[in-house]
């Protein structure tokens, strides 16, 4: 290997992972909590990709470049400091940018632009010092080009839109269990990509406007300290928007002094612990409450939601840990237990053994939960089937 590839390795190496570490590095731990990177790029996988893309275009425009004598008689160090002096400048901007973006309604096309000419920006200084002086000139835009910007737009393009439905259905979830914490910082992102795709039937920008609002009433709502004669009720509710805060220490301190009176203080410390990862304690928690709300669902229809909410719990926790054979014993225990709600358990199980590579079994479940609730889970069910014979070999399915 010749002294100047070495050079363009190394040079191709430092494009991708100046840029990416210094942004990343850059935005912060309110950012990095979310999954977040700096802004526009959102996530940093979506970072990652710009920088790999904008490559090539790099390496034309550099090539261009360096037909040039002015650009010859520059010493190869001053490009790679202008490099790192590009990433600092966008990153101490890159706050006031996210800010810019959450307030506008710019469209997923412009912040595509945007994030591709930063990535050309971030890239170009490290290909000019890869390449050695008095390259033979480009004649004229060509082909070669032409491809170059193709190749740094279009592959991003179709990777953005592919985060869109994912990210918008975390989104929703979160809103729906009112953890407006999480909920924000997915809308962050979908509002970097330009998303239109409504998130809890409101655009994703309006959302974000919607739930950092009442972040803040949350804020309020915990700055003074609960009075020692606090009923049990208020004790919940100010363990409840701990949780939505993301602020679980809090919240546990609170619940483990009610758990030996209450049980929605049980399932409450249950997912505190569970999102705190503490597998173990978590588990024992939904158990706990399981004990005490099993005798009583056959009567009372919010004691059945709440062990259904438990049950669903304890399969979470085994998924998460890779215990996949306890989460099936789970759900099946949960159909057995809770007849009522057997089709909610049977497209749970389906959903399973679809993540888990077993076609045949999932679609029996998934038929299962449609025949049971047909309203319910029947459109969410009969897309599943079809996405899992669409994509297994008509012969295991039959």
Not at 76 to 95: C, E, K, P, R
Not at 189 to 200: F, I, K, N, Y
Not at 241 to 255: N, S, V, W
Not at 292 to 321: K, T
Request: proline share 6%; hydrophobic share 50%.
């Amino acid at each position: 290997m010749t002294g100047g590839e070495c050079r363009a390795i190394i040079a191709v190496v430092l494009a991708v992972a100046v840029p990416a570490l210094g942004l990343h590095w850059a935005a912060g731990s309110e950012r990095w909590e979310g999954g977040l990177t700096a802004a526009p790029f959102a996530w940093l996988r979506l970072l990652v990709s710009h920088l790999i893309t904008a490559l090539p275009l790099g390496f034309v425009l550099a090539r261009w470049l360096r037909s040039l004598p002015a650009v010859n008689e520059v010493a190869a160090t001053v490009w790679l400091g202008s490099g790192v002096g590009m990433v600092g400048l966008v990153a101490a901007i890159s706050a006031g940018l996210a800010e810019a973006i959450a307030a506008g309604t710019f469209g997923s096309g412009p912040l595509l632009v945007l994030r591709v000419l930063l990535a050309v920006v971030f890239v170009l200084p490290w290909c000019l010092a890869a390449l050695p002086p008095r390259t033979e000139p480009m004649l004229h835009f060509n082909g070669v080009c032409a491809v170059a910007i193709a190749f740094a737009v279009i592959p991003c393009a179709v990777y953005a839109e592919a985060l869109i439905p994912a990210r918008t259905q975390a989104a929703e979830e979160w809103m729906a269990s009112g953890r407006y914490v999480k909920a924000e910082r997915e809308l962050v992102g979908l509002v970097e990509l330009g998303s239109e795709r409504p998130v809890a039937q409101k655009p994703p920008a309006e959302l974000l406007m919607l739930v950092r609002k009442e972040i803040e009433r949350l804020q309020r709502s915990v700055a003074y300290p609960l009075p020692a004669t606090a009923s049990v009720r208020a004790k919940l509710a100010r363990a409840e928007a701990f949780i939505q805060l993301e602020q679980l220490d809090e919240a546990a301190g609170i619940l483990e002094p009610l758990t030996a009176t209450d049980v929605n203080a049980v399932l409450l410390l249950a997912v505190v612990n569970r999102d705190r990862q503490r597998w173990s304690e978590s588990d024992t928690h939904y158990r706990t409450a399981l004990e005490q709300l099993l005798p009583w669902v056959e009567v009372d229809p919010i004691a059945r939601e709440r062990a259904c909410l438990a049950f669903e719990g304890l399969a979470y926790n085994a998924r998460q840990q890779r215990r996949q054979g306890e989460v099936e014993q789970i759900l099946q225990q949960a159909i057995t237990r809770l007849p009522t709600d057997a089709a909610r358990f049977h497209f749970l199980l389906g959903q399973h053994y679809a993540s888990t590579g077993r076609p045949l079994r999932a679609i029996n479940h998934l038929q299962q939960a449609i025949e049971f609730d047909p309203v319910k889970h029947h459109d969410a069910a009969t897309e599943l089937i079809r996405q899992l014979q669409s994509s297994t070999p008509s012969c295991l399915i039959r």
